[in-house]
């Protein structure tokens, strides 16, 4: 456990060796508000993987968990440069990034802005960027907003990451939610900050500027990002690679705990 410095912000990493063969490094980058802690048993089932990455690293993006919460509206361009910095203090040249959510966005920018540093990316349940992203519905964006005002889950809110035919269930897929929140708790102002970054986050035309393969993995039931999201990434990145999962939203890696050992796999076949 360790902090890297962007410019004036101290960043939180984790680093976990794997125990495989691989030689890649893996960084996994978390959606809005949550901090590393929200990856759960990830880190461990990817260092675990025979054909493993040899190390897995997670990073609380600025504001959210352990790292320093500057105050004002945050840039994607600017959190991207938080992930260089972590792979800087790590002695990292170049690393596969997965992330969920605002955190594939975080990954785009990263591959669009340091190209050489990034060797794959997986994208899941997220957004190309402005003005090629599909937005939610204005319904979808005001539940997105009030989350941070609610003091117990609900099940409308339940339905921005879990599918229709999972609701019932949701007491059993967030069990290990509010540990995780009452070490890490959902700021208000980190989530705004980082919803300004979300929300201005114009990629134009930096996709052209992406030269390693992507795999990009959405929800068929994603009420948040749209799955057409998925599409319009793959149509603007050259090498790669898209799947559309059925009767999963938005909380992919919560209902699939393979995706992203699976994507990883399709990466390398893409390399191959």
Request: net charge positive.
């Amino acid at each position: 456990m360790a902090h890297a410095n962007s410019g004036r912000v101290r960043i939180y990493y984790d680093v976990t060796e794997g125990h495989g063969s691989g030689s890649e490094t893996v960084v996994l980058l978390q959606g809005l508000g949550l901090s590393s802690r929200f990856w759960f048993e990830q880190p461990t089932i990817l260092a675990d993987m025979p054909d493993g990455p040899k190390r897995v690293v997670v990073i609380d993006n600025r504001g959210a968990g352990r790292s320093d919460k500057p105050s004002g509206r945050y840039r994607m361009r600017e959190m991207a440069d938080d992930v260089i910095a972590v792979l800087d203090a790590i002695g990292c040249e170049r690393a596969t990034l997965v992330g969920v959510s605002m955190g594939g966005m975080i990954a785009q920018r990263v591959a669009m802005h340091h190209p050489s540093r990034v060797g794959g990316l997986v994208l899941i349940a997220t957004m190309p960027g402005l003005p090629h992203s599909r937005l939610p519905s204005p319904k979808a964006i005001g539940l997105l907003l009030t989350l941070p005002l609610q003091k117990k889950r609900s099940r409308q809110h339940d339905r921005l990451l879990l599918p229709e035919n999972e609701l019932d269930r949701a007491s059993v897929h967030f069990a290990k939610w509010p540990d995780a929140l009452a070490k890490d708790p959902l700021s208000a102002s980190t989530f705004a900050s980082q919803f300004a970054a979300v929300a201005t986050n114009w990629t134009g035309r930096l996709h052209d500027k992406i030269e390693c393969p992507a795999v990009i993995v959405s929800g068929k039931e994603d009420i948040l990002i749209p799955p057409e999201n998925g599409a319009r990434i793959a149509k603007r990145i050259r090498n790669s690679h898209n799947v559309v999962l059925d009767n999963i939203a938005h909380a992919i890696p919560l209902l699939d705990k393979e995706v992203v050992t699976r994507s990883l796999r399709q990466l390398r076949m893409m390399t191959s």
